[in-house]
């Protein structure tokens, strides 16, 4: 049976370097506070936004929800972001996504203030992650899948890295940074071919297809290694890309679903919320 990758134990060690920061913080008056905005009323936007002010609050983060209707023209959207830019009470700024069909993703993405962008959406950081800079934004999810890495003390050196997916959010930014770490990265996507072989032959795969169970026993060998970024409701549970049961017993290591990367995801939010407001 593989070594379980906990992703709950490094958001605990997180947890408290987080909370030391957010202290020295507010000793000098900063309180560290992430704006949260959000069109319409999608039930999941809802119960994202409620489970990401109880995460925060547990590490003395504040986090403000400025809501607007469905209706609310991308006009009148872009000149609350860029008011919600300019007010110093907010370091951190995060946009619900989808947003509704009228107003256009782009504009939002260029509306945000890079120095605010603690998901990592503008092209001024998304470019810092292609070029390998140090002092940009992550994306919260591929920052936490190199996280867990560190944790575990797995160097991607040399190694061959497969990465399942290429989404802005996940994929292509996760293969940059195995790149940046030396790691001899492919990614695939839907149109890959032979995509158990490819997987198969990877010292460290990661499955961030939105496909549950996608990955199964003919992806893995011995000696892998597999973090699982899927997250899909199947039948009311919480299911990753990786089919856990019948994957776990044949590799080295694997991250589960829930309690893996996802756990890491809120903890690098809080760490970029806090770097913003350090920045200040
Ligand atoms: P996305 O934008 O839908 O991208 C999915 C990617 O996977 C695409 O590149 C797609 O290929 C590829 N893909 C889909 N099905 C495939 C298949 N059967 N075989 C090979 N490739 C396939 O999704 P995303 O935003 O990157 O998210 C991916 C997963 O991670 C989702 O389950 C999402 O819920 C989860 N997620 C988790 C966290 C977390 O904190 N753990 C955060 C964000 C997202 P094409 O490009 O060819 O379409």
Known sequence: MAFIMKGTDVAQVKKQGIIKRVEALKERGVSPTLCIIMVGDREDSHAYVKGATKALAGCGIGCHLAHYPEDISEHRLLEEIEAVNKKPEYHGIIVMRPVPSAIRWEAVEEAISPAKDVDCITAQNLAGVFKGDTDVFYPCTAKAVVDMLDHYE???????????????????????????????????????????????????????????????????????????????????????????????????????????????????????????????
């Not at 160097?155 to 290429?166: F, L, P, Q, S």
């Open 154 to 280: 797995i160097n991607a050196e040399g190694k061959k890295a497969v990465v399942i997916g290429r989404s802005l959010v996940v994929g292509k930014p996760l293969a940059m940074m195995l790149l940046q770490r030396n790691a001899t990265v492919t990614v695939c996507h839907s149109r890959t071919r032979d995509l158990a072989e490819i997987s198969s032959q990877a010292d460290i795969l990661v499955a961030a297809a939105g496909t549950p169970g996608l990955v199964g026993p003919d992806f893995v060998n011995e000696n892998s290694i597999v973090l699982d970024v899927g997250i899909n409701m199947v039948d009311g549970k919480l299911k990753g890309d990786v089919d856990f049961e019948r994957v776990a017993p044949l590799v080295s290591m694997i991250s589960p679903v829930p309690g893996g990367v996802g756990s890491v995801t809120t903890s690098v939010l809080m760490e970029n919320i806090v770097t913003a407001a350090e920045k200040k």
